[in-house]
């Protein structure tokens, strides 16, 4: 059967878990659109609830499982990338625990702090991803993990990292615990230069907000670290300090 009403009741709630962080919480399931997205989130074991295909737009191989049709007037309507690729999938969330995360012996992990912006979350996925980062911390943070937004800006690359969702607390009492180099990334006379830290070890870098920076909660936790700058401006981008940290921290294990 062909969905053509957006008063059809599914309808009705793709465009609510679109909308409500809320409501994807209670309800425990999330919205995936787009092929690559889709394909990532059942390469790594994402449990599919449903899919919507518009059949004017999709070129591509339909999934195993629940699969509804609709029309193209209705696809555009809950797409959240207007007319792409006519595929949308509903997933059930996963819930990780810090707890669970087992690091080897050298993993990098980046944290941020009180991230709020879901665009700067899904860059900042994508880089730790693309550059091989073991997990993922958002530490007091703010953001859905689910939200559309993330998943787009991180082309599905939430799906194959570790991601936590942890009160500072418990995220330096993690660290402690697992022996980690702990790289904070206060701006004051004390840090040094970000290439001369050892990645080959454990190591946890911290970042704050753009506009504070990290919290008093994390000064004199780490040793303090920034990336060198040649030009007169004295910060970066959130997400472009995060992939340069990243990068330098593959360049060390494969040097």
């Known amino acids: 059967m062909l969905i053509e009403s957006f008063q059809n009741d599914k309808i009705k709630n793709i465009t609510k878990l679109l909308a409500d962080n809320r409501f994807r919480k209670k309800s425990k399931v999330f919205v995936v659109e787009g092929q690559q997205e889709n394909e990532r989130a059942l390469?790594?074991?994402?449990?599919?609830?449903?899919?919507?295909?518009?059949?004017?737009?999709?070129?591509?191989k339909l999934p195993e499982g629940?699969?509804?049709?609709?029309?193209?007037?209705v696809y555009e309507k809950i797409a959240y990338r207007g007319s792409s690729e006519g595929i949308i999938g509903i997933y059930k969330t996963k819930e990780n625990l810090l707890s669970s995360f087992i690091p080897k012996e050298n993993?990098?992990?980046?944290?941020?702090?009180?991230?709020?912006?879901?665009g700067n979350l899904g860059a900042i996925l994508r880089s730790c991803e693309a550059f091989g980062v073991d997990a993922l911390i958002v530490a007091d943070g703010k953001?859905?993990?689910?939200?559309?937004?993330?998943?787009?800006?991180?082309?599905?690359?939430?799906?194959?990292?570790?991601?936590?969702?942890?009160?500072?607390?418990?995220?330096?009492?993690?660290?402690?615990?697992?022996?980690?180099?702990?790289?904070?990334t206060l701006m004051d006379e004390t840090a040094e230069d970000l290439y001369k830290r050892d990645f080959k070890q454990r190591s946890a870098v911290l970042f704050g907000t753009e506009h504070s920076g990290l919290s008093d909660f994390w000064v004199g936790k780490g040793k303090n670290t920034l990336i060198p700058m040649a030009g007169s401006i004295d910060s970066l981008n959130l997400s472009n300090a995060v992939a340069i940290t990243c990068y330098e921290s593959l360049r060390q294990k494969k040097g």
């Not at 629940?66 to 007037?73: A, T």
């Not at 993993?107 to 879901?118: D, L, M, N, Q």
């Open 143 to 184: 953001a859905d993990f689910y939200n559309p937004n993330v998943i787009r800006s991180s082309v599905g690359c939430l799906f194959g990292m570790k991601v936590y969702d942890s009160e500072n607390e418990e995220t330096f009492e993690f660290l402690q615990k697992n022996n980690f180099n702990i790289y904070t």
């Open 43 to 60: 390469q790594y074991d994402f449990e599919p609830v449903e899919f919507f295909i518009c059949e004017n737009i999709f070129k591509g």
């Open 66 to 73: 629940r699969i509804h049709y609709v029309s193209k007037k």
């Open 107 to 118: 993993s990098t992990i980046i944290i941020v702090e009180g991230v709020e912006k879901p």
